[in-house]
Structures are given as structure tokens and as C-alpha cells.
């Protein structure tokens, strides 16, 4: 945009627009409501995920003298939006962020200034919606952008998501699963599972993420009517099947819910809940391999 306005401005022409007189002013990279579904935190990598928030002068010609920038969190921002959608995110608690520096500078000569923001998983409830608005303060009295000014960082609650035990078996072809394994089995591992959404989770299938890497696996989707969880069902989302078919594999049978236990509710954090799935897949050899994966919710 800036490469743009410095171009019609140099122009001068008379079938030019001039962008001369538009006041400078600050915003947030991802900021706004538009840009509420770019920055979902999640923590399919382990119990820290790190954003970056970048700060924009927009202008039509870059800055002579550093412009200072100071960003702090705007707790009202969540009262606001749950009343404007019908939503339940709470305050990402003081001990689960960091900011690494509430005041940037844009230098001289420059448009952005940025810094990160981490998140930390170990106290944090994964039933819970949370949610962190960081807002520009001032800008050395820069205009700011109203509409772009708060970006809204936030953790999806799911009321499956949690603490699970997973079994997995493999089968080299495709065998009858009532024999004893081929290789690479497991049982009771410990794994956290994350929500896609309010109504979808990641099933870490283990020979999937393997080849595919963490952020692959199996799609575990629901209804959610007023508490009532209903409509189970698994797939494979185009993130995973464009990662399968990079490494040479192809999908045999798709992901199938083959057993599913609900148990108790959102008071007891659905424990003892049961999960299974098989999954026939082809590798590049080409080989074919039977995959069945348990979990059982703690």
C-alpha cells in the first residue's frame, strides 16, 4: 500500500489521485474484528505458543523521526464482543501471557515495529474460551485507526478438549485388526487434545503426524445444542491431505468412527469419554498400512 501511495503521489499527473493530504496513522497488523479468525492461539506444538504483533504507520511518505508506540491490554474490549455475538471468552489469566515490550518504535525511515506475545498452556483451562485485547495506547499522536486499533488474540474453548489416554496399533496391509499387531504400538500415552473449535478437536493420529508432522491428524467434529453434544463424526482436513498426498500417501479408507462412548458432562469434563478410529492408508513405497487409534478422556 505504501509502495502505491508514494508512486501516485510522485506522479503528479492530473488523472492521479492525491493521497497528499491524508493525516498519518497508526494500526494494528491482524487488528480489528475482520481479522478475529487470523489470530486463534493454539497449542498443538506444546504448552507455549508465540504471536507477533506488528504495529503499521500508514503514511504517504515514510517517517523523518522515530514514531514511539504503546500497546496494553484492553480487558473491556471482551465484555463488548460477548455481548455484540453471544460469546463466553473470559481474561487470558496474568500467568498464562507475557508481552515482551509494551513500547515500540517505528524508526525513522520505516513503517513497522513489532513484538511478541507469548502464551503459555499450563494454566489454562481447555473447556474455557479466553481471550487477550492488546490495544494501541497512544502513538506519539499519530492518528489511530478505530476499527484496527485492538487485535484480538483469543483460545477456543471445546468441552472435549483436554487430557487424554491413546492406544495405537498398526497393521502392515490390510489385515484383520483382530490379530496381533505389525509394529509401532502403544498404549495409555498421555496426549493433549486441542480444539479446532468450539465444536471440532485434533485427533493426534500417531502414523499420520509422523510423516505429516504435529499439526496433521484427524478431524473429530460435533454438535453442540445448548450442551447437548450430538452428530460425532472424523475426517481428514485439507491442511492433512495436502501433506499426506506431498509424501506420497493416499487415503485407502478415510478416517472412520468406529466406536464412540460419551460419558458424563461438561461438570465432570466428559471423562471416560471413548474415541476410536481406523484409517487405511497407501505410503510411497507403495505399502499399505491399517492404523487404529483410541482415546479415552481423563
Known amino acids: 500500500m505504501l509502495v502505491i501511495l508514494n508512486s501516485c503521489v510522485k506522479d503528479r499527473n492530473p488523472s492521479a489521485t492525491d493521497f497528499s493530504h491524508l493525516q498519518d496513522h497508526v494500526d494494528i497488523v491482524n487488528g480489528g474484528l475482520t481479522n478475529f479468525g487470523n489470530v486463534v492461539i493454539g497449542f498443538n506444538n506444546g504448552d507455549t505458543t508465540t504471536a507477533t504483533l506488528i504495529v503499521n504507520l500508514a503514511s504517504v511518505n515514510l517517517p523523518s523521526s522515530a514514531v514511539n508506540v504503546t500497546i496494553g491490554v484492553d480487558s473491556s474490549k471482551i465484555a463488548s464482543y460477548n455481548a455484540a455475538n453471544g460469546t463466553n471468552y473470559i481474561p487470558v489469566p496474568s500467568n498464562s501471557y507475557t508481552i515482551a515490550s509494551t513500547s515500540l518504535t517505528v524508526p525513522a525511515g520505516q513503517q513497522y515495529a513489532q ?8 494454566h489454562l483451562d481447555p473447556v474455557v474460551s479466553y481471550m487477550l485485547p492488546i490495544s494501541i495506547k497512544d502513538a506519539s499522536g499519530k492518528l489511530l485507526t478505530g ?3 485492538t487485535i484480538y488474540y483469543h483460545i477456543i474453548g471445546n468441552p472435549l478438549a483436554g487430557i487424554y489416554l491413546q ?7 490390510t489385515t484383520d485388526t483382530t490379530t496381533a499387531p ?11 487434545i486441542s ?3 468450539g465444536t471440532a478437536l485434533l485427533l493426534p493420529e500417531n502414523y499420520i503426524q509422523t510423516f505429516v508432522g504435529s499439526t496433521a491428524g484427524v478431524t473429530l467434529s460435533f454438535t453442540n445444542n445448548s450442551g447437548t453434544l450430538s452428530d460425532f463424526a472424523v475426517s481428514l482436513d485439507d491442511g492433512t491431505k495436502s501433506g499426506l498426498t506431498a509424501g506420497g500417501f493416499s ?20 471423562a471416560g469419554t471413548t474415541i476410536r478410529i481406523f484409517t487405511v492408508l497407501k505410503n510411497s513405497t507403495p505399502a499399505i498400512r491399517t492404523l487404529i487409534d483410541q482415546f479415552v478422556k481423563q
Open 167 to 173: 492406544d495405537f496399533s498398526r497393521w502392515n496391509g
Open 147 to 149: 476499527n484496527l486499533n
Open 251 to 270: 487415503v485407502v479408507t478415510q478416517p472412520t468412527l468406529v466406536a464412540f462412548k460419551l460419558v458424563g458432562d461438561q461438570s465432570t469434563h466428559y
Open 182 to 192: 505389525n509394529s509401532t504400538v502403544f498404549t495409555a500415552q498421555p496426549v493433549v
Open 195 to 197: 480444539p479446532v473449535s
Open 115 to 122: 513484538t511478541t506475545v507469548k502464551f503459555y498452556n499450563t
